[in-house]
């Protein structure tokens, strides 16, 4: 089996907790569901926003020099950085030379993908998330295991326990209000003392130079607006052409993400603020590589308003974690094989091809085609296990020869037929494991056909 | 005129009856598609015919799926429509095609004819509403693929005015009481390889489907894909759940009276 597969066997056998959380996840699904219908133009809205990103994937070196340009009239400082490795040794260039020790940084999956934070920890710099469900899972010493809902994983009495360790609140506390003032307390020490700020980026906009960072919990302004030094760390994805596209993306992806019809802080960003730094961080790490594939270009459409993961019957169930990545579910299915097919190349067979992915998603990415297409990538680079090939191969052989189909078929029925229960439901036959098989008819269709139909 | 029973190779080996009932209805409703009185409408069930290749493209073994593509297309080369009571394997033939079939416009031909059986009712032939009596409260499973890939009806997901093929079919019966249910149109969880790969989901998936049609009062679960109906229908026989599971062929032979004599 797959290492989504066990790992997903793993969630579901704690039957309460998966039915939970995909109870969780349902229920953010359907808020979507009820601000999309609230915007007649929401599918024209889709599309537009789609077009957008089509023009600018066809134009992205054009508009990031276009950005990088308007940026540093801004008086900001542009970086780039080639993959992870260059990323993180900006940022900790940027934070020793100024004698940086305690940093706050708001939520960014990017330097979750990058590995910041263990990067600059292990460089005696303390960074601490500031975005509620991350500062969770960083106390967990875990990884985010969505990109909207980093802890939705997790049960309040967890949240309530592990406060209680951390943070001293009272025993069995579980009120979300009390732990998040709680929490609310501890970080607001963190961004007094902070020396610099990092955030990630939800859009650039090439014409201006400036960018726009949206949270719910304001944490991205909190966490600029003390210290004299901001790091905004971007995919080079995240460009679009002009201000004037932005309403189209905001409006989209409050509701994709939480059902919301705006997310509460749209945070703009144009040069730093008066005695301030403000340095932007470009990263690729495999990003152009997608741009140049022709089958998998459009998942750099990609918003990361994470309505894909919601909707997916096999993300909810499986929980983030399954997937051992840090963009989960069906956009990270795509994405993630594109960096090392070899290690995550399983992730596309853990789907069931419904295409729910596809038609919730904001910026009308094909997810689902694009998980098939990987499926023959796979096979074509001699990745697929043995066995399923093996399979394949036989299956094949019976299927293009009519009589062999049918004698291996009339022959598959009679053994179902006559065998004992204890070897049909052995512990090879995963089917049977929690289903029956199909009861097996005396004759075929083509049988049965034969013998009425004719002459009829 | 020729129709061309499309049979999917796993509903031939172990759903005679869905065969059965969609010759029944095809033979009661094709001849409509006569537009002249000595126009005949012929029903063939070529033999050659084996299975669409599904299984073998959604792994992704394209080289295993082109040899299966490819006898499909000369099953039905001499066929004007190709009509299945299966969504997926309809979808299969119609969107997924491309790069299996080395002759393109064949490749082309075959799409444009090949219909899903509700669809091919409804779109081709033209029935509206169908005579018959069915006293049951009906819970109709949406496979995805038909849903999604074919638009037998309107995704929850998409906010364009509402139809549903499957549906109108059945809902002029008399007697039948249809359903609905907390989560319209999510997946079953049968997906193929899918089914047995990730077995442990795939199965939580179908529990959770039944569980949403009985809190809802449904004594049969219909679908036109009998896909679907084999991994529901497997959970429901083991766990011993009080659903009967038809195929919604079968389902309109029985109200319609249309015998299938298929032991
Ligand atoms: S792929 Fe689409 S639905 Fe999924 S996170 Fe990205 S924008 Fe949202």
Redesign the pocket.
């Given at each position: 089996m797959s290492a989504h597969a066990v790992a997903a066997a793993e969630f579901v056998a704690n039957g309460s907790r998966a039915a939970w959380h995909d109870q969780a996840l349902w229920f953010i699904r359907a808020k979507r569901d009820n601000q999309a219908r609230s915007l007649p133009e929401w599918e024209h809205l889709r599309e537009l926003a789609s077009q957008v990103k089509l023009h600018t994937m066809s134009n992205l070196a054009g508009l990031l020099e276009q950005f990088d340009e308007n940026a540093r009239r801004l008086g900001a400082r542009v970086h780039w950085a080639r993959d992870a490795a260059e990323h993180n040794a900006i940022i900790h260039g940027l934070l020793a030379e100024r004698s940086v020790r305690r940093v706050v940084k708001s939520k960014s999956m990017l330097t979750e993908e990058c590995g910041l934070n263990p990067y600059l920890e292990r460089h005696g710099i303390e960074v601490t998330d500031t975005d509620l469900g991350e500062w969770i899972v960083q106390l967990r010493d875990e990884a985010p295991s969505h990109?909207?809902l980093p802890a939705i994983h997790i049960k309040k009495e967890e949240v309530g326990a592990l406060f209680h360790d951390r943070l001293g609140t009272a025993a069995g506390a579980t009120d979300p209000k009390y732990l998040a003032e709680a929490a609310r307390q501890r970080l607001r020490q963190k961004f007094l003392a902070a020396e610099a700020g990092i955030t990630g980026v939800n859009f650039a906009i090439a014409e201006t130079g400036g960018f726009v960072v949206c949270t719910n919990e304001g944490n991205a302004d909190l966490g600029t607006s003390l210290p004299p030094l901001h790091i905004a760390a971007m995919g080079i994805e995240k460009i679009i052409p002009r201000a004037a596209d932005l309403g189209v993306f905001l409006r989209l992806l409050g509701r994709?993400?939480t059902g919301q019809p705006i997310t509460a802080y749209s945070s703009h960003f144009h040069g730093p603020r008066p005695g301030g730094e403000l340095h932007i961080v470009l990263v690729d790490n495999g990003r152009s590589s997608l741009l140049g594939s022709e089958d998998f270009r459009r998942?750099l459409?990609?918003?990361?308003?994470?309505?894909?993961?919601n909707?997916c019957p096999v993300f909810r169930r499986s929980g983030g974690h399954s997937y051992g990545v840090t963009v989960a579910?069906?956009?990270g299915s795509?994405i993630n094989p594109a960096r090392d097919a070899a290690e995550h190349g399983s992730l596309p067979y853990a789907c069931s091809l419904c295409g729910s992915?596809s038609d919730?998603?904001?910026?009308?990415?094909d997810?689902h085609n694009q998980l098939l297409t990987w499926r023959r990538e796979i096979v074509a680079r001699g990745l697929l296990a043995p066995a399923k090939r093996t399979m394949m191969r036989a299956a094949s052989f019976v299927l293009r020869r009519s009589w062999l189909y049918r004698a291996a078929g009339a022959a598959a029925r009679t053994a179902l037929r006559i065998s004992p229960r204890w070897l049909v439901y052995s512990r090879l036959n995963l089917w049977g494991r929690q289903r029956e098989l199909p009861e097996p008819p005396a004759k075929s269709f083509r049988a049965w056909y034969d013998e009425h139909q004719e002459g009829r | 005129m020729r129709i061309g029973l499309f049979i999917p190779c796993y509903v031939d080996q172990f759903y005679p009856r869905v065969g059965a009932a969609t010759l029944r209805l095809l033979e009661r409703f094709a001849p409509r598609l006569a537009t002249q009185p000595w126009q005949s409408v012929e029903i063939v069930y070529p033999r050659e015919q084996t299975c669409c290749g599904q299984p073998m493209a959604n792994a992704g073994c394209v080289e295993e799926a082109k040899p299966v593509a490819e006898r499909f297309l000369a099953a039905f080369r001499a066929c004007d429509y190709v009509v299945g009571p299966s969504g997926s394997c309809v979808a299969m033939v119609r969107k997924h095609y491309h790069g299996l079939i080395a002759d393109e416009a064949a490749r082309a031909q075959l799409e444009a004819k090949t219909f899903e059986l509700c669809e091919f009712l409804v779109d081709v032939a033209q029935v509206d509403e169908i005579a018959g009596n069915f006293a049951h409260r009906v819970g109709l499973h949406q496979s995805c693929h038909g849903l999604r890939e074919l638009d037998l009806g309107r995704g929850s997901e998409r906010m364009l005015p509402a139809f549903n093929k499957v549906r109108q079919l059945v809902a002029g019966l008399d007697g039948i009481e249809l359903t609905d249910l907390d989560r319209p149109d999510e997946c079953c969880g049968f997906g193929g390889t899918f089914a047995v790969f990730e077995e442990a989901v795939s199965c939580m998936m179908g529990r959770d489907r039944v569980a949403d049609h009985r809190r809802h009062g449904a004594e049969v679960l219909a679908s036109a894909d009998m896909s679907c109906l084999m991994h529901l229908g497997g959970l429901i026989r083991r766990d011993g759940e009080p659903l009967r599971v038809m195929h919604v062929a079968e389902l309109l032979c029985e109200a319609m009276g249309l015998r299938i004599d298929v032991d």
């Amino acid at each position: 089996m797959s290492a989504h597969a066990v790992a997903a066997a793993e969630f579901v056998a704690n039957g309460s907790r998966a039915a939970w959380h995909d109870q969780a996840l349902w229920f953010i699904r359907a808020k979507r569901d009820n601000q999309a219908r609230s915007l007649p133009e929401w599918e024209h809205l889709r599309e537009l926003a789609s077009q957008v990103k089509l023009h600018t994937m066809s134009n992205l070196a054009g508009l990031l020099e276009q950005f990088d340009e308007n940026a540093r009239r801004l008086g900001a400082r542009v970086h780039w950085a080639r993959d992870a490795a260059e990323h993180n040794a900006i940022i900790h260039g940027l934070l020793a030379e100024r004698s940086v020790r305690r940093v706050v940084k708001s939520k960014s999956m990017l330097t979750e993908e990058c590995g910041l934070n263990p990067y600059l920890e292990r460089h005696g710099i303390e960074v601490t998330d500031t975005d509620l469900g991350e500062w969770i899972v960083q106390l967990r010493d875990e990884a985010p295991s969505h990109i909207v809902l980093p802890a939705i994983h997790i049960k309040k009495e967890e949240v309530g326990a592990l406060f209680h360790d951390r943070l001293g609140t009272a025993a069995g506390a579980t009120d979300p209000k009390y732990l998040a003032e709680a929490a609310r307390q501890r970080l607001r020490q963190k961004f007094l003392a902070a020396e610099a700020g990092i955030t990630g980026v939800n859009f650039a906009i090439a014409e201006t130079g400036g960018f726009v960072v949206c949270t719910n919990e304001g944490n991205a302004d909190l966490g600029t607006s003390l210290p004299p030094l901001h790091i905004a760390a971007m995919g080079i994805e995240k460009i679009i052409p002009r201000a004037a596209d932005l309403g189209v993306f905001l409006r989209l992806l409050g509701r994709s993400a939480t059902g919301q019809p705006i997310t509460a802080y749209s945070s703009h960003f144009h040069g730093p603020r008066p005695g301030g730094e403000l340095h932007i961080v470009l990263v690729d790490n495999g990003r152009s590589s997608l741009l140049g594939s022709e089958d998998f270009r459009r998942s750099l459409n990609c918003i990361r308003c994470g309505a894909c993961l919601n909707t997916c019957p096999v993300f909810r169930r499986s929980g983030g974690h399954s997937y051992g990545v840090t963009v989960a579910g069906p956009i990270g299915s795509i994405i993630n094989p594109a960096r090392d097919a070899a290690e995550h190349g399983s992730l596309p067979y853990a789907c069931s091809l419904c295409g729910s992915c596809s038609d919730v998603c904001p910026v009308k990415i094909d997810l689902h085609n694009q998980l098939l297409t990987w499926r023959r990538e796979i096979v074509a680079r001699g990745l697929l296990a043995p066995a399923k090939r093996t399979m394949m191969r036989a299956a094949s052989f019976v299927l293009r020869r009519s009589w062999l189909y049918r004698a291996a078929g009339a022959a598959a029925r009679t053994a179902l037929r006559i065998s004992p229960r204890w070897l049909v439901y052995s512990r090879l036959n995963l089917w049977g494991r929690q289903r029956e098989l199909p009861e097996p008819p005396a004759k075929s269709f083509r049988a049965w056909y034969d013998e009425h139909q004719e002459g009829r | 005129m020729r129709i061309g029973l499309f049979i999917p190779c796993y509903v031939d080996q172990f759903y005679p009856r869905v065969g059965a009932a969609t010759l029944r209805l095809l033979e009661r409703f094709a001849p409509r598609l006569a537009t002249q009185p000595w126009q005949s409408v012929e029903i063939v069930y070529p033999r050659e015919q084996t299975c669409c290749g599904q299984p073998m493209a959604n792994a992704g073994c394209v080289e295993e799926a082109k040899p299966v593509a490819e006898r499909f297309l000369a099953a039905f080369r001499a066929c004007d429509y190709v009509v299945g009571p299966s969504g997926s394997c309809v979808a299969m033939v119609r969107k997924h095609y491309h790069g299996l079939i080395a002759d393109e416009a064949a490749r082309a031909q075959l799409e444009a004819k090949t219909f899903e059986l509700c669809e091919f009712l409804v779109d081709v032939a033209q029935v509206d509403e169908i005579a018959g009596n069915f006293a049951h409260r009906v819970g109709l499973h949406q496979s995805c693929h038909g849903l999604r890939e074919l638009d037998l009806g309107r995704g929850s997901e998409r906010m364009l005015p509402a139809f549903n093929k499957v549906r109108q079919l059945v809902a002029g019966l008399d007697g039948i009481e249809l359903t609905d249910l907390d989560r319209p149109d999510e997946c079953c969880g049968f997906g193929g390889t899918f089914a047995v790969f990730e077995e442990a989901v795939s199965c939580m998936m179908g529990r959770d489907r039944v569980a949403d049609h009985r809190r809802h009062g449904a004594e049969v679960l219909a679908s036109a894909d009998m896909s679907c109906l084999m991994h529901l229908g497997g959970l429901i026989r083991r766990d011993g759940e009080p659903l009967r599971v038809m195929h919604v062929a079968e389902l309109l032979c029985e109200a319609m009276g249309l015998r299938i004599d298929v032991d």
